[in-house]
């Protein structure tokens, strides 16, 4: 039943937004991204094959696209507001056991 509420409060925030859902050539994409909502990158990773991408606003908007490489399509999945990045992380590093660092 949780799953089921949160899928439908999922549907709810996509059909608020007109252009989630919307998938542009990821150049026009990346660049109405910036151009026109002055956002920028903050983040992204692979999950599955797919790269997700998360951009932000100064003013706490903000965008999560998925790219499709085969096609060279990318696509909106998420957009928000009132984001707050309270740290950023990078790859952690480890010792290794020979005392050099090795990155994970």
Not at 55 to 68: A, R
Not at 72 to 97: A, H, N
Request: some cysteine; glycine content about 10%.
């Amino acid at each position: 039943m949780k799953w089921f509420l949160a899928l439908a409060l999922i549907l709810f925030s996509w059909s608020a937004q007109a252009h989630v859902g919307s998938c542009y050539s990821t150049e026009k994409l990346e660049d109405l991204l910036t151009d026109q909502y002055g956002e920028k990158v903050f983040g992204s990773g692979v999950f599955r094959g797919q790269l997700y991408t998360f951009w932000h606003h100064d003013d706490g908007n903000f965008s999560v696209i998925i790219t499709h490489p085969d096609r060279g399509v990318s696509c909106y999945i998420l957009i928000g507001e009132r984001l707050v990045i309270t740290k950023i992380i990078g790859p952690k590093t480890r010792k290794t056991e020979d005392g050099g660092k090795n990155s994970r």
